[in-house]
């Protein structure tokens, strides 16, 4: 059981193996797939998270530029306020002005806040730097309306903060793959600056127009911003697309900013020939005031454009994200579809081999483990190696029931190939095996006769004999015969023969302890210790006696020849007899007498090892047969066999002494013993004889007493 147990267990072994192949066949397509999705789900979802990002500095910049507008038109009115002298009529329009900024201001702080904590780097820098700008407005307006600050430096101050502002617009197209989103960036920087630009004009010309007259350094940044101004425009028609171009021509090249080119066109004509700037128009007193308003025209058409780009922008933005959104779930919504697909489909062709090399496991261990030693047994158990009559092996070996035309089903064929041979090999062996034991019988019982007829030639001799010595020298012949014949009889053992003969009458133990010793050398060694409280039943008596004939022979042979062999017995208080042979000889190691306890308690088929340990067959096969217990126990020096007769084999002591046994026929044992003893042989030390004077020991030269009831009398 453990054997198979073992088998099972390495094809079970085997089996996760292929599994483990099988699984790794269908991680690697699916690893694959679930890389190449997740790349790509990542990497949609990365985009959607930079779209996102630009959809909200989108929203951000949209927010600075109603901030810059309205900041632009703060610095301007203040600075035109300061050069009027600071008018109390003219501060409540300023405070107008810096409420709107207030208003647009509360916004920016919002959105940069929100941006500020989720984008690091130098845009979160350019964020920080920008609402801290915003903190200085609060000194600078109470600088501008507590008269001590100047036009030109209220309008620096103020254009600081305006700077830093719309150094947000460029980071808006940075990072971004799109090209329609990244241009659109870029004309809303250009027009955004260009509007800065144009605002500045207005808010130097507003003072240069109070004072009547150009400082240089007021007009080298005039000129300054209206370079600027042209540039912007150049850059923004470059990236601007032909929609965009239109628009904006149709919103601020037209109508009222023919008006304020003019007026920016004589104030420079007049600054450069030195005539007076006043009197631009002869019905308007007021110049700055007309130039005010006209190019305050001008800027509020460019903020309409600014605002549109800014919500195209924003609207471009989020349509990205949402598409690169939708394009991570169709690809996750791909990837678990094809792995599904590809568990489904990796699943059914591991399937289609596990099973059927479950199958084939099972059937092929069912073969090893119960058809094929089932058959083996059968064909041991027949007299002629044939199971019922049948020719044909094919009969016996029955397919494996994996029928398919794969390499599965070809294994298993040959797996029935190999069945087969194992078949016809087994009923050959079987063949051979009843050819050698016929041999082995027809020459046990050959010689068996030869001995018989050889032991009533001797039996008749000795009963005319008066000589003493003539006898004792008969009754050796006698005795050698007598263990001629066991020696003949263990073929019949090998040979697997049943006995013909069965002794009728229960015969004492000590009768059957002294027919045993009748069939050893060396018997004068022995001395006897056995009580007849009991008798063995009469089928099982020769049987005994050969048993104890074996143990008692290995005793002698692996003892010192100066050391005594003692056979006792007693009675077991659960039932039966315990009979017992010790020896002083030298003994087995632990290993070998736990292989020889197992074999006595479950004796093998004879094999090659019997012609070593033929006394262990013998011994284990006629226990096996009789339900007798045998078991080796080592002493202090050598060791002790016991014999436990079981309690069905034994029978009340007849009231008168039993006839004596007849001399042994020529019998049909089914098991043999060997020719030797069956202890592994060793140099045997010399020790100095111990002898019990009150055992019955037989005399020297003489068999003992019962030599003859152990024959047919």
Known sequence: MSTQKTRDGGFRLRNWRVRSRLIALILVPTAAAVLLGGVQVFGSVRAAAEYQRVNDLARLSDHIGALTHELAGERDRTAWFIALGRPERGEQGVRDRMNAVDRAAVRVRESGALLRDAIGG?????????????????????????????PDAAIDAYSLVIAD??????????????????????????????????????????????????EQEQMERFLGALASEQSERRAFAAEAGVAERRFFDEAVNGGGTDRSGFLRELVLLRAASGAPLR???????????????????????MRTVEERHARQIVARSGELGDAERNRAL???????????????????????????????????????????????????????????????????????????????GEVARAFDEVHREAVRLAGDEAKLRHTVNAMFVNLSRRSQTLVER??????????????????????KLDHLATRMRRNSEN????????????????????????????????????????????????????DVVHLLAELVENALSFSPGETEVVVSSSRIDGGGVMISVTDQGIGMTADELAEVNRRLADPQPADASV????????????????????????????????????????APCPARPPPRPPRR?????????????????????????????????????????????????
């Open 122 to 150: 130098r845009t979160g820098d350019e964020i920080e730097a920008a609402l801290a700008r915003l903190e200085d407005l609060a000194q600078l307006r109470r600088q501008a309306l507590e008269e001590t600050l100047l």
């Open 165 to 214: 502002l719309l150094s947000l617009h460029d980071e808006l197209g940075k990072g971004s793959s799109d090209d329609l989103l990244f241009g659109r960036s870029l004309t809303l920087d250009a027009l955004a600056r260009a509007k800065e630009s144009l605002s500045l004009q207005r808010g130097l010309l507003s003072v240069v127009l109070v004072a009547g007259r150009f």
């Open 279 to 301: 009197g631009l128009d002869l019905a308007e007193k007021d110049d700055a005031g007309q130039w005010y308003e006209a190019v305050s025209a001008t800027i509020d058409r």
């Open 330 to 408: 169709l690809a996750a919504g791909s990837v678990a579809g094809l792995l599904l697909a590809v568990l489904l489909i990796t699943s059914g062709v591991a399937r289609s081999l596990v099973r059927p090399l479950r199958r084939l496991r099972r059937e092929a261990l069912e073969v090893a483990g119960e058809r094929l030693p089932q058959y083996v047994q059968r064909v041991r158990e027949s007299r002629d190696g044939e199971i019922g009559g049948l020719g044909d092996i094919a009969a016996e070996v029955p397919p494996i029931g994996v029928l398919s035309r794969d390499e599965i």
């Open 454 to 475: 050889q032991l009533t030639l001797v039996e008749r001799l000795e009963r005319g004999e008066r000589d003493d010595r003539r006898l004792a020298d008969l009754f």
């Open 491 to 542: 073929l019949l053992v090998l040979a697997g023969q049943e006995v013909a003969r069965r002794w009728r009458n229960p015969v004492e133990v000590m009768d059957v302890v002294r027919a045993a010793l009748s069939e050893v050398e060396n018997y004068d060694r022995v001395v006897t210790r056995v009580q007849s409280e009991v008798a063995v039943a009469g089928p099982a008596v020769s």
């Open 611 to 650: 012609a070593r340990r033929m006394g262990l067959f013998v011994v284990g096969r006629l226990a096996l047969k009789h339900g007798i217990r045998v078991r080796l126990r080592p002493q202090e020096s050598g060791l002790t066999a016991m014999v436990l007769l079981p309690e069905d084999l034994l």
């Open 665 to 713: 026929p020529r019998s049909t044992w089914r098991r043999a013993a060997p020719s030797r003893p069956f202890r592994p042989s060793r140099p045997v030390p010399r020790r100095s004889p111990r002898r019990d004077r009150t055992g019955d020991r037989p005399a020297p030269g003489r068999p003992p007493p019962c030599r003859r009831p152990c024959r047919r009398g």
